[in-house]
């Protein structure tokens, strides 16, 4: 039996139109490759006097961009600490820098301390530290979750690799003195 004729332009359509999908598929799985989307940009400096992030492909133009934006409200940036994603203070996995006005030295003692980071999710960094360079006699104590919560390392002045000490990938804040 025969289908009513009101039905086979649709199905013609419908037909047509999966082969054109098919064919269109076809073309794209032997297409030559097409320039990539460049990567994120993982490598942020993180201003704590003026509260702006700036970010970049590269490290130093992430520090370039930072001394750029803090000339323009008449400070200069300092480094106080560097977090990398991988050990041995390797920027190739991505970078956090945070930074403070050019006349900033961390204090001697470890208290008072100096500036508290809540949230190492908001700067995207929460649980991937792997080494940690500090600068301008500052020092740095992890803490396993937000808020400056849970276990806490010690302080930590340079360290190449956090996991000699239990503490790759797992800082979710921190405190510098």
């Excluded at 098919?22 to 509260?51: E, K, R, W, Y």
């Excluded at 590269?58 to 994603?85: C, H, K, P, R, W």
């Excluded at 808020?147 to 800082?171: F, H, K, M, Q, V």
Aim: proline share 3%; aromatic share 8%.
């Amino acid at each position: 039996m025969s289908e009513p004729l009101h039905h086979a332009p649709r199905k013609r359509a419908l037909a047509a139109g999966s082969s054109a999908l098919l064919a269109l598929a076809a073309i794209m799985a032997f297409a030559p490759g097409t320039a990539q989307a460049a990567p994120a940009a993982d490598h942020c400096v993180v201003n704590l006097s003026t509260h702006e992030t700036t970010c970049a492909a590269t490290q130093d133009a992430a520090f370039a961009a930072d001394a750029a934006a803090a000339e323009e409200v008449g400070i200069q940036s300092v480094t106080l600490i560097t977090l990398y994603d991988r050990t041995n203070y390797d920027p190739a996995g991505g970078t956090r820098s945070f930074v403070g006005d050019g006349s900033y030295t961390c204090s001697a003692a470890y208290s008072p301390v100096e500036f508290s980071v809540d949230y190492l999710d908001a700067a995207g960094w929460n649980n991937r530290a792997s080494s940690v360079h500090t600068y301008r006699s500052c020092d740095i104590k992890l803490w396993d979750t937000v808020t400056l919560s849970g276990a806490s390392s010690t302080w930590i002045d340079n360290l190449a690799n956090l996991g000699t000490i239990g503490w790759s990938n797992r800082a979710g804040s921190y405190q510098i003195s």
